[in-house]
Each structure stands twice: as C-alpha cells, then as structure tokens.
C-alpha cells in the first residue's frame, strides 16, 4: 500500500500549523477572501508536491512563504488575478467592543490597504509574522537592503495616513 505522505515530507502539522499566518499573508496579497484561499490551497498543494526539496530548506516557515509569493507573482504576471476593493470585502478581525477601538481598527485597514503591496507584504511580514529581515529576503527573493527599504517607506507611508485619517471626521 502506497504511503500519502510524499518521502522526505515536512510535518504535515508543523505545515498546517503556519495556516494561520499563511492565510493573513494571503488576505494581504490578494485583498479578496476568496482569491486568498485560493493562494493558501495552492501554496500547501505546491509545498506538499515538492516536499522532496524540503530537506535542503530547514525553515518551513520562509519556505512557506516564499512558495506563495512566487505563486502570487506568478498570476499577476499571467494577468489572472481580479482586482477587487477590499473596502468590499472588510475582512473578519474580532475587535473590541468599544466605538473608538472599532474606528482607530478601521483607519489602520484602510491605511494598509492603501499601501503599495510591496511595503504591505513586508510590514505585515514583520510586525504580525515576526519575521527577520534576512528570512523575509529568502521569502521574496529580494536584497535584503530591499526589505530594510521597503519597510521603512511602508512605515512613513502608514504613519502619514493614519495621521490623514485622524484629521478627518469619521464616515
């Protein structure tokens, strides 16, 4: 009887347990729900399918991550992926029961969502992920100084519409 599990295989739950993580990751390229689970499925379809490369890598992690990058590169590049307005979409975050907290979570999204996706995907790469920058670098194979660069210009881009939102009157 043939085994499921492909040789050399990374744990399946070690995989499944960055589901989480690959799905916000996801949320964050895809800014459609539906388009992120199909990210997210493609991503651990393609790791499991090369599980023998796994062995070289160590961090599942980075190697992760870099799959779905590159397989979201890819669509953008074949022109297959549908831009839709995430203001559409707002997606589920439990949030506190207080007004302001509600507002001041609202204005973060749609700062964020008003990034470039390449300061996006390092600013949530680093401050939800925790991710090092050299391991971020790995994942987006990019200079390392990219990363450093992207993240300081998502950071001054984020402040300055969080600030812009903070002027104006809530709608």
């Given at each position: 009887m043939a085994?499921l599990?492909?040789?050399?295989?990374?744990?399946?739950?070690?995989?499944?347990?960055?589901?989480?993580?690959?799905?916000?990751?996801?949320?964050?390229?895809?800014?459609?729900?539906?388009?992120?689970?199909?990210?997210?499925?493609?991503?651990?379809?393609?790791?499991?399918s090369?599980?023998?490369?796994?062995?070289?890598?160590?961090?599942?992690?980075t190697?992760?991550?870099?799959?779905?990058?590159?397989?979201?590169?890819?669509?953008?590049?074949?022109g297959?992926?549908?831009?839709v307005?995430?203001?559409?979409?707002?997606?589920?975050?439990?949030?506190a029961?207080?007004?302001?907290?509600?507002?001041a979570?609202?204005?973060?999204?749609?700062?964020l969502?008003?990034?470039?996706v390449?300061?996006?995907?390092?600013?949530?790469?680093?401050?939800?992920?925790?991710?090092?920058?050299?391991e971020?670098?790995?994942?987006?194979?990019?200079?390392?100084g990219?990363?450093?660069?992207?993240?300081?210009?998502g950071?001054?881009?984020?402040?300055g519409?969080?600030l812009?939102?903070?002027?104006r009157?809530?709608?």
């Open positions: 085994s599990h492909p040789p050399s295989s990374p744990d399946a739950g070690a995989m499944l347990g960055w589901l989480p993580r690959l799905r916000l990751y996801a949320r964050a390229l895809r800014r459609n729900r539906e388009d992120a689970d199909d990210l997210v499925q493609d991503t651990l379809e393609r790791a499991w090369r599980a023998g490369l796994w062995q070289g890598v160590g961090d599942m992690r190697w992760l991550f870099s799959i779905m990058h590159n397989l979201h590169v890819d669509a953008l590049r074949r297959r992926l549908d831009v307005e995430l203001d559409e979409h707002i997606p589920e975050i439990p949030v029961a207080t007004q302001a907290e509600r507002l979570l609202r204005d973060l999204h749609k700062a969502v008003a990034l470039p390449e300061q996006c995907e390092v600013l949530l790469l680093v401050g939800v992920d925790g991710m090092a920058y050299a971020i670098a790995q994942a987006l194979d990019i200079p390392i990219t990363v450093m660069s992207r993240l300081s210009r950071r001054d881009r984020l402040r519409l969080m812009e939102q903070e002027r009157p809530h709608s």
